[in-house]
């Protein structure tokens, strides 16, 4: 049986992905770590709303960060990730909250 902090934290997972931007955030991240400037730049935003974004997704456990030198690398937390493939035998791009999970369609 899940205890009640089980199902807080997938909620908030879940609210914190309540957002077309740090959806977006979360797409690039499966291609691959990056810092607040790159992930700025791929998605034509201000990197100070970027990093309010990361922020809230680091809170919740589905990114974690590393410090390499002056900046600071986000990826996906590997708790929350997992790749395989869907039916067709594409790439499938799935986050796995443990309480529930939902894949992400390819572009």
């Known amino acids: 049986m899940k205890k009640k902090l089980d199902y807080q934290l997938c909620a908030t997972r879940l ?6 931007d ?15 400037s790159e992930l ?18 680091r809170h ?5 960060c590393q410090k390499q030198g002056r ?7 590997p708790d929350v990730v ?3 493939q869907d039916a ?3 790439q499938a791009r799935r986050i796995d909250f443990g309480c529930c999970s939902f894949d992400l369609e390819g572009s």
């Open 15 to 20: 609210k914190a992905l309540a957002d077309p």
């Open 22 to 36: 740090r959806l977006r955030i979360v797409e690039l991240l499966f291609q691959g770590a990056m810092n607040v």
């Open 40 to 57: 700025s730049e791929q998605m034509g935003e201000e990197m100070v709303k970027v990093s309010h974004h990361l922020g809230v997704l």
């Open 60 to 64: 919740a456990e589905v990114v974690q």
């Open 71 to 77: 900046f600071v690398i986000y990826q996906l937390h």
């Open 82 to 84: 997992a790749c395989g």
């Open 88 to 90: 067709t035998g594409q």
